[in-house]
């Protein structure tokens, strides 16, 4: 944990990516090779989805931000440049664009989350009672499936 902490305290993928690299662990160069084969407008993205949800006061706000971003993913190159690596092709070579983080254009995740006018979800109140009910719910499930396993 405390590698993440120090890691995921920085503000770009690419000082996220050099102290994990100056890490001397399995995991930390593990990290690194997964994440020089992700999509690095992908990266940009998830990174600022993460520190806005980190200073969001809301679910609410969060899941617009996803939902936001998601739909202007979906006319994205790198969204049927994946498809076409990991599935049509299955070469596992994806050739995004652009192809590093530093060619990720600032102007581009900020246009990409803002999104791209579609209507946004609305998150009617949830009321009081059915949200103890529904924990209650749940935690009498959690429990009788524990107490099946342990069987």
């Known amino acids: 944990k405390p590698l993440l902490d120090a890691a995921m305290a920085h ?11 100056g890490c001397d662990c399995e995991f930390a ?3 690194v090779r997964e994440l020089e084969q992700k999509s690095p407008t992908s990266l940009r993205l998830t990174h600022e989805l993460l520190k806005r949800a980190s200073r969001s006061d809301s679910l609410q706000s969060c899941l617009v931000n996803e939902f936001r971003v998601a ?3 979906l006319h994205s190159h790198d969204l049927f440049e994946g ?4 599935i049509v092709d299955k070469d596992r070579k994806p050739r995004w664009s652009p ?3 530093a060619q990720v254009e600032d102007e581009t995740i900020a246009a990409m989350l803002r999104g791209d006018g ?3 979800p609305v998150f009617p109140p949830w009321p009081r009672a059915a949200w103890r009910g529904w924990r209650a719910r ?11 396993r342990a069987q």
Do not use: K, P
């Open 138 to 148: 749940l935690e009498t499930d959690g429990e009788s499936r524990m107490d099946e």
């Open 71 to 73: 739909c202007r993913l």
């Open 11 to 21: 503000d770009r993928v690419e000082d996220i990516i050099v102290a994990l690299e």
């Open 83 to 86: 498809i076409r690596a990991a």
């Open 118 to 120: 579609e209507a946004e």
């Open 99 to 101: 192809a590093t983080l």
């Open 29 to 31: 160069r593990r990290a």
